[in-house]
């Protein structure tokens, strides 16, 4: 005779529903958005079927028919032709990145709009910072990135997601933003972020000149210490939400940083994540919907709060049945 039978609560329908410890919500999900300048039409991402990079005067729509699909925030990357060494167009009063959060804004003013603050698909050699000595310099980024986050906020941006894994990024943006009257500004850390194969497909599709690797400044694979070290460092330095990027194959890496601190928590289900679901649902060997719902069951019983994702408008569907 067994000890103890699990299976008496796996019985109905309904049983398994009364004792489920995780639930997914549409108030989870954030949905990317590429916006590429001087494009005239919709681009898609061959790799990513269903993603696209939208010309700016599609913004509004994009925007709000994200809303109208239950989205409730928005992640937003700028692809820009105005490039330069330091990636200057950031930090322009009407460069693309301040264009885009004041068009999504006026779009559907509720949407809680997140600006991705970084430099590499604004420099001209694709580094998310200015280099020196062929190697991103940290500290000429970190005041970058504060004309950049001030640039931003005066756009009326929601939420600032600092992503390029510079050191002291948190604590830097944190001042210039509460010196210059945003104090209420929330910053969501790319805090542990991994120099990932998995962002294979988003490259090939905005990054296309880049050549080089990230590997001096996003983390390596391997390391789950320095990976709890990264966020909380973050943590203390005033992140209001941390993330870890990517998801599926960093699992143990959201539950650790979920036990050690008490900030909300993002988890990022990247390009290759995404492509590698769609590619085998197009070759008929998965379930695609039930692997979507699967994996970000998963993301939240590992202990993520939030989860960026491609498939937000599609979940939100299929949440909404
Ligand atoms: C760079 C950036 C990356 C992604 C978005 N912005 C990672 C990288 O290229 O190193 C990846 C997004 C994805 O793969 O979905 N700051
Ligand atoms: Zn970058």
């Not at 949407?111 to 604004?122: A, R, T």
């Amino acid at each position: 005779m067994p000890d103890f039978r699990f299976r008496r609560l796996r019985q109905t329908p309904v049983m398994r529903s009364l004792v489920r410890e995780t639930h997914l919500r549409r108030e989870d999900l954030i949905l990317p958005i590429f916006i590429e300048e001087d494009i005239a039409a919709a681009v898609t991402v061959e790799s990513m079927p269903g993603v696209f990079r939208y010309p700016e005067s599609e913004l509004p729509a994009v925007v709000q028919r994200a809303w109208q699909r239950g989205i409730r925030a928005v992640l937003l990357f700028g692809v820009s032709t105005h490039k330069d060494g330091e990636g200057s167009d950031t930090w322009a009063d009407d460069g693309l990145m301040a264009r885009m959060i004041g068009a999504a804004k006026a779009a559907q003013p509720q949407m809680l709009v997140i600006s991705d603050n970084c430099f590499c698909e604004y420099t001209d050699h694709g580094h998310c910072g200015v280099l020196c000595n062929g190697d991103v310099d940290n500290d000429a980024t970190l005041e970058n990135l504060q004309l950049q986050a001030l640039v931003a906020a005066r756009a009326g941006v929601d939420m600032i997601a600092p992503s390029g894994m510079m050191d002291g990024m948190v604590a830097v943006i944190r001042e210039a933003l509460d010196e210059a009257g945003f104090a209420q500004l929330p910053i969501m850390s790319y805090s542990t972020k991994f120099a990932s194969a998995f962002y294979g497909p988003f490259r090939d599709a905005v990054d296309s000149s880049f050549k080089g690797t990230r590997d001096s400044y996003q983390m390596d694979p391997a390391n789950g210490r320095e990976a709890l070290a990264e966020s909380l460092q973050d943590d203390m330095e005033g992140a209001d939400l941390l993330m870890v990027k990517p998801g599926i194959a960093y699992l143990d890496v959201i539950a650790n940083i979920r036990r050690h601190s008490d900030r909300p928590l993002a988890v990022y289900h990247v390009s290759g994540e995404y492509a590698m679901i769609k590619a085998a649902a197009a070759a008929g060997v998965i379930d695609e919907k039930a692997i979507v719902l699967e994996t970000m069951t998963a993301f939240k019983r590992a202990g993520a709060d939030l989860i960026i994702t491609y498939y937000a408008e599609l979940l939100s569907d299929w949440l909404a049945e």
